[in-house]
């Protein structure tokens, strides 16, 4: 089993810098070891594209072939684009226990840009994650 | 004409003392907690993944799998109604449609089993099936994901997904109609089978290529009805089998009855009341096989099953009460599912149900009273069930009904608190051939869904297409095309700075600029979603229940109605004209404060302001107070969008239709807006519907002249006026209830719903919600549970005016709660 | 007599004759009742009205007030266009009488199914015979129900010859039969007031209906009720209703007469 001590101190410390970059390295990482996981990418192809609004970090994740590569690159033809104002508004728009998503779009904290239904499906694998890292799944 | 054999028309020996089987039905109905439905998805996406001919045409496609659903779908009885049909595999079910939102709920699969609010119950393998085998199939096939590849990622689209400015319900839903039902009950499906069979054989004879749409129409019709014929096949015999092992001896009987009426209906033609009120429940079961459960509305059900229980109660062959335990079997199947709801969408729509109207009184095709014994028996069941669904809607004809009438559906309003709403036959008729309906249809009218006006089977309304918000246009012309809640960006096109206009004209066209542009972006968007559904969602199942697309051989979705429009519908409508009136009075007639100025208060929400603040709250005009210049602003804006609107022709070759109703909507995008010039501070709620805004206008009498003063010719879409009186007690109050009615219709009013509370009562509700579980009110249209409501929406209810029956006036809104007032 | 003035259309009524009504409020009134419930309509020229509850002590009243300290309120007007929240307000418009036609006409919609029509009420309407009967003429001919509220005090021959014949329906005022009494509690006797209501009961095609306000130790006392139920019983006069007591709660207060006050007095 896959030690997810740190996305557990994570979800439930105040801090949310770096956030992003953790939450996609624990779910590479849960994808690699955890067989029922993977089975959320079995025949998953997606492209998505990270920005903050200040273009100081991208960061790309394509899924394909079963697998999940994370990038610091632009990448073309990306399914979706979510530019957010900072890790905050990220994970508050993924994960906080009751999204303020309507507060979050108006704000324009977060920005989407493509389809949202792969949106939904990478908030889908998120949450999973963050309950299996707080041992409620 | 009808006459009225019914000894005593209130049936008050009938109630659920002497209907205990009714009684539990109930309890049981209101006991229910929702769950999610994956049996259509399922089948739906299976059938289209893996067993569809990809070349076949979509239509066909559809159909097929809208047949392969139906053929599998389980057979339930859940408890001891006395109709065979559920719409789905659940109790109380909120089916999954993944080609329009259904893939919303996909981060919340986890969560909104427990989720505090309306929470929606969904099994751990049921979520599985939904992440891993459904939802990927739809995600770049829902109607919106096609939309934007096919026409790309256009301004308009970026505007709806700001919220703020309109929505565009097709992404969600297209129905919103009412089919005619009767031929298929009084001829069986078999027979329009044998009608869509022949029609398709004579096309293929001729032999020539542009026949292919029409032959697949004709051939899908088969193919859909079929399905409901064996789902029908499959709960007789369901039935049959659970007769046999049934020990309770009335049970054993009424599942045998359900296995032979599953027998004949609705592939043939239905025999008796019974059988006719069953085939009515399976058709409206088939429609959601193929089209969300958004107000499918069953109509004029009064008249449409009335030849059945004539012939009945004539014969001897049914009781009144026998008639009234069907009705409110039915009444009750019309709660067996409600709509799937994410934890976001709570906040603009939570609580609403999947309003199925129906349609009592008025007056018939050839202009006469249309009321009968059924239309009481309707009524009775709708005093003594009480329930969410179906949204019952009583047509009044000043000339043709009678008194006895208007004054049993006022009682039953009396008894429920809340039902049925009140419509003007004279001025929806007048409307509606306004738009080039009929004489003869326009008579027949029925209610869609909350308030929206159709030609029963014969006209194809989709009157929900778009709910756009007034105040963002309004916002957009103070600001220059911008809107404090959208931060910086220029969104709207630049109409100037309002501190330069030197006339009350100059603002009046910003305004306009502005409100023209969003309605061109929400009417592009729409079109594009239209053409979408006639590539991916074509409906041949409900257009085979329509006059139209049977003769022409066209779905529903390409035009083949009789009569076809789009309807927009509009979000503060009240706070938009009276911020109109207070700019108007404010800097251009009393000069109390200049644009700037004004514009400085709403930025900082009024904050050091007090003065103009009280000035823009009590002495600018106010819609509903009959002053002239709000009357005539208000009748400006309605002839604006009229023109605006009817101007397009959708992409079936309808017009468009304003509308004033906002089911939700209004408690949601007030939540979301800035102050404005009338004084309503930021983030309060809006008015809703016609509705003017609460306590601005405290004279009953002038409230009830401005709204029904209105054209309403210039609102084909229907709208919602919603008055509250704290209470109605005894004959006197039902008199001047009545009057206040008769009154407002002679004025020319078009709609009225009540809720009768009073502003301790639902101040009371919110605080202590488990004390009051069966709390039914009208919301902008349809009912709702007030404990389902959000929080917003719940203070938007209480705080609309009540008036005291009485004086006439205003009720004084009790001083404690005066911070939930919207200029507080 | 000055200029008749309206201080009130209460439109949607209930309790001031049958069906919906629109009733019409004018100012001036001959007696002077301890336990008047609109104080607002006994004098008879225009005052001003000050709403405590509304005013946010912004002062706007005090600066443009044109009298000074020590003058009475001219009732100019002035502050009531200024005061922001309309705190202030004028009570007794004069209307001419087609004005006043159109606006009590504007709520026909709900006499006709209703089977009400328009009151005239007070104060009391009587001591503008001339006017009130030349705004019930075009009432009636428009085929409205006119009602009118009396205290009965008034001069028989001017109102039998010029506004009876308007009237469908006089709700009569019948506080206490003792003249004694009423000497004490509303500062007139009632002799003319009963001589009057005798006359009255004699026209024909004239409803009557008459009405006692149930003052607590005034005029609910058995004696005084027995004797009332007695005297109308044998004049004849059967519609008879005791209309419950109201605390009397003022929303406002009332100046003219006296010397304007300054907001800084308010509340
Ligand atoms: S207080 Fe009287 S005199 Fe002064 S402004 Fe007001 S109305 Fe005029
Ligand atoms: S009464 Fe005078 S002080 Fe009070 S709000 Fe009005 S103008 Fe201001």
Redesign the pocket.
Known sequence: MLDIRPLTEFFESEMTEGFLELLLKMMRLTFQFDEKFRRNIEGFKGRYLFRSRDGQLTVSTVFANGEMEVGEDLIDAPNITITFKDDKALMGFLLAPRPDILGAVLRQDVVLKGNLNYLYKFAYMAKRLQLMATCQA | MATITLPDIELSDCNLDTMPMLAKLRTQVMGSRAEVCVERARHITTYLRDLADPNEPQILRYAKAVRCFLSNKAPRFFDGNLLAGTTTSKRFGAPVYPELTGLTIWPELDTMSTREKNPQKLTPEEAEELNLRIFPYWMDRSVLEVTRHRFGNTEAMDLMARIVFFIGSKAGTISHTVPWYRVAMEQGLDWIIAQAAAKEHVLRAQNRSENADAIAFYQAVQEALTGLITYAANLGRFAALLAASESDEDRKKQLQIMADVCGQVPAGAARNFREAINALWLLQVGIHAESINMAMSPGRLDQVLYPWYRRDIDGGNLTVKEALELVGCLWLKLNDNTNLVPETAEELFGGSGTVPAVTLGGIDCDGEDAVNDLTYVMLRATELLKTRDPSVNARYHRGKNRREYVRRVAEVVANTKAVPAFYNDLVAIRTLENQGVATEHARDYAIIGCVELAASGRSYDASSSIILNLVSALELALFGGKRPVTGDDQIGPATGDPSTFTAFEDFWRAFETQLAWVIGRAIELNEQMGHVHQDVMPTPFLSSLFQGPMDKGKDLIFGGALYNSSGATHVGFADTVDSLNAIEQAIFVDRTCTFGELLDALKTDFQNAEKLHAYLVFKTPKFGTDHPAAARNAQRLVDFLYATYQSHTNYRGGKYRPAFWTMTNHAGQGKLAGALPNGRKAHRVFASGITPASQAAGDLAACLHSVGSLDYRHIPGGVAFNLKYPALEGDEDLDRFVGAIDGYFQAGGLHIQFNLMSYETLIDAKARPEAYPDLLVRVSGYSAYFRDLNEAMKDEIITRTAYSLREGQAVAFPVDHRDLLPFD | MSRPLVFRIRRFSLDDGPGIRTVAFFKGCPLECAWCHNPEGKAPEAQ?LIQDSRCIQCGE?ER????EASQP????????EACPPGA?SLCGVHHPVQELVQILLKDRMFFGSSNGGVTFSGGEPTLHMEYVADVAKCLQESGVHVALETCGHFSWEAFRTRLLPFVDLVLYDLKLLNSAEHLQYTGVGNEIILENLLRLRREKGLRITMRTPLIPGITDTPANLSNLRHFLHQAGLNDHRLLPFNPYLPAFQI?GAEP?RSTSTMP
């Open positions: 001003l009243c443009v007030c044109p009298r309120c001219s009732v100019c007007g002035r502050c009531f202030r100046q304007c």
